[in-house]
């Protein structure tokens, strides 16, 4: 299927390196491939491939050659800009990985100038409505059951989803972390993992999860920066205009994929919404270059919204996720009093009909997902 990154990573690959990452299995082979018919594809996890890649023996007549996993290979930074530097473009280059490969791009021989870079998301509501043909409400039911990965969402079967989610995050572990970092207790991070399932949504204290798995807090949040690098989790931190201060703060963490969430519905339905927002975020910031965060918003009373989008140091959207109550939300009320450039929304998923007032609107879930971003 066509993926939302097609138009933006064709155009760049005719002058820049392109560097594509993701989760594992999120489609960054399927699109690689499908982008130009004419291309040689070399994973460095392949023996064969990987003598390719390292005696610099691919096919010269073809338009794109895509490198996967090839942040595994040692100096592979100052490796790729010896070949953009003395070979140019074409064949155009693509570098394709399953951990965000901006933080191994950190230290060393700098790519400047040089190239792109792109993080693929899984399937979205609005993905899915305009590439799939699905109305908004069958998408977003879809997500919440089977998540957003292409496999187990085209498949449709509740049983395959729950095998298939059992062996992703294993080879997650077992492979991508081991390649990627040296640890020792890995039973601890599978509960760990466990354990984030069952809270998201909820503010994460460091020293309850600390105390749980019997290591320090320094050692948690060392683990939690791991599954954020391997595209496992992802963070929301709480909003405030003095951003260090928001940093010391407890985040919210929530899964890449919604399926997995160890919650009711309520909870399931809040991480789609939250991986529709840093998908939209993230795109904005991979083609415009601006400079975008995700929050949420509480005070000292306890109040608090969902998610708070931030462009450019800017307030964008600010929005509450309901399942049932069709009456606003008096936090959201409370913010939109204090962050008057931020168009508050409430999302609603048995919504009987859309609400506004002079200052907030009140949207079905499914409905806004499909237009986000328009």
């Not at 138009?7 to 390196?17: C, P």
């Amino acid at each position: 299927m066509q993926r939302y990154l097609e138009k933006h990573i064709k155009k760049d690959l005719k002058e820049k390196i392109v560097i594509l990452s993701g989760p594992r299995q999120v489609g960054k082979t399927t699109l690689s491939k499908q982008l130009i018919p004419s291309n040689m594809y070399l994973n460095y996890d392949s023996a064969a491939d990987r003598k390719i890649i390292r005696e610099e023996e691919w096919a010269r007549d073809v338009e794109l050659v895509i490198f996967d996993e090839l942040h595994k290979m040692k100096n592979w930074k100052s490796w790729i800009k010896g070949i953009y530097d003395t070979e140019g473009i074409p064949p155009s280059l693509l570098v394709t990985g399953s951990a965000r490969i901006e933080t191994y791009m950190k230290g060393g021989d700098s790519l400047a100038g040089r190239f792109f870079s792109y993080r693929l998301h899984p399937l979205t509501v609005k993905e899915i409505c305009a590439f799939l043909n699905v109305d908004p409400k069958t998408a977003l039911d879809k997500l919440v059951s089977f998540g957003g990965f292409p496999e187990p969402y085209l498949k449709n079967s509740e049983a395959f989803a729950k095998r298939w989610r059992r062996t992703h995050v294993d080879t997650i572990i077992r492979e991508d972390l081991l390649d990627l970092e040296r640890v020792r207790d890995i039973k601890s991070i599978e509960i760990l993992i466990e354990l984030l399932r069952a809270r998201v949504g909820s503010s994460t204290s460091f020293s309850s999860l600390a105390e749980d798995l019997q290591v320090s807090v320094h050692t948690v949040k060392h683990w939690l920066q791991i599954l954020e690098n391997l595209y496992v989790v992802f963070p929301v931190r709480p909003y405030h205009r003095n951003i260090a201060r928001s940093i010391l703060k407890e985040p919210k963490y929530y899964l890449y994929d919604p399926s997995a969430v160890d919650g009711d519905f309520g909870a399931k339905l809040e991480n789609v919404v939250a991986l529709a927002l840093l998908r939209d975020l993230h795109l904005l910031e991979d083609t415009t270059g601006s400079k975008v965060s995700l929050h949420y918003l509480r005070d000292k009373e306890k109040n608090e919204v969902d998610f708070l989008t931030v462009v450019d140091n800017r307030p964008t959207l600010m929005i509450e996720v309901k399942v049932s109550d069709d009456s606003f939300s008096k936090s959201l009320y409370r913010f939109s009093g204090f962050l008057k450039d931020a168009r508050p929304i409430q999302l609603v998923y048995n919504l009987r009909r859309k609400k506004s007032t002079r200052r907030m609107e009140m949207l079905s879930v499914h409905d806004f997902l499909a237009g986000i971003g328009t």
